[in-house]
């Protein structure tokens, strides 16, 4: 347990729906991560934020995608209009600002869409 | 653009062989880590190297960082069923990583 946690672990949703992730990171890590991951590839960096600020967003994130942080703890990625191209894991990352940066994932949460 | 290779993509090997995984780039890292991920799980890390030259040992785990901090290797020992699982590389340059496409390690029984 790296103590990230992500709901839901599994999501089967209908094409043209919205769906929406949520991310706990650990409490004192200030900085979260939001990436994707197809079967046989590597995370790509979707976008991250520094406290509630959003500082960086992918271009892999169109204008369907949209993550928030509210109050600088929990996270939630929500994707509108789903397409069958947006099938992934989505894992989310919590880093603590300082020294050596090192991601801590949460385990993720299968999407598909149908 | 920052970009990680690894090889091989695959490797099946016996139960006590010993294997070594790479991890290359053409640019230089100020850390890297090396994580191993399970089927339907998150990655879970397993070191982070900083120096150039550095290794590090984690049980039958052998990290090495390159001297130029643009490379890395990992060898395991013995290897052994549990260690079966997708390894990634990822480098750290100022607030955002990259990772590496992975190795999907099979250890057979």
């Known amino acids: 347990d790296t103590g990230v946690s992500q709901d839901p672990r599994h999501k089967i949703t209908k094409r043209g729906q919205n769906v929406t992730f949520r991310c706990d990171p650990i409490?004192?890590?200030?900085?979260l991560y939001w990436y994707r991951q197809t079967l046989g590839q590597g995370p790509e960096f979707l976008t991250y934020?520094?406290?509630?600020?959003?500082?960086?967003k992918s271009r892999l994130l169109s204008d369907r995608f949209s993550a928030e942080r509210p109050k600088g703890s929990f996270s939630t990625l929500e994707i509108q209009r789903t397409e069958q191209g947006d099938s992934a894991m989505y894992l989310c990352?919590?880093?603590?600002?300082?020294?050596?940066?090192?991601?801590?994932f949460g385990q993720g949460t299968r999407l598909t869409v149908v | 653009t920052q970009l990680l290779e690894q090889s091989p993509q695959f490797l099946s090997i016996q139960e006590g062989e010993n294997l070594t995984v790479y991890c290359n780039s053409s640019?230089?890292?100020?850390?890297l880590q090396w994580y191993r991920q399970e089927p339907g799980e998150g990655p879970v890390l397993l070191v982070t190297v900083v120096t150039g030259g550095e290794v590090k040992k984690l049980k039958r785990l052998t990290f090495q960082f390159g001297d130029a901090r643009k490379d890395s290797s990992l060898h395991i020992t013995a290897a052994q069923p549990g260690d079966t699982g997708l390894y990634l590389c990822?480098?750290?340059?100022?607030?955002?990583?990259?990772f590496g496409p992975g190795t999907r390690l099979s250890v057979l029984p």
């Open positions: 409490s004192e890590h200030n900085r």
């Open positions: 934020f520094q406290n509630e600020a959003q500082l960086e």
């Open positions: 990822a480098g750290s340059y100022g607030q955002n990583f990259v």
């Open positions: 640019s230089v890292f100020s850390s």
């Open positions: 990352a919590s880093i603590r600002q300082g020294g050596i940066t090192e991601a801590f």
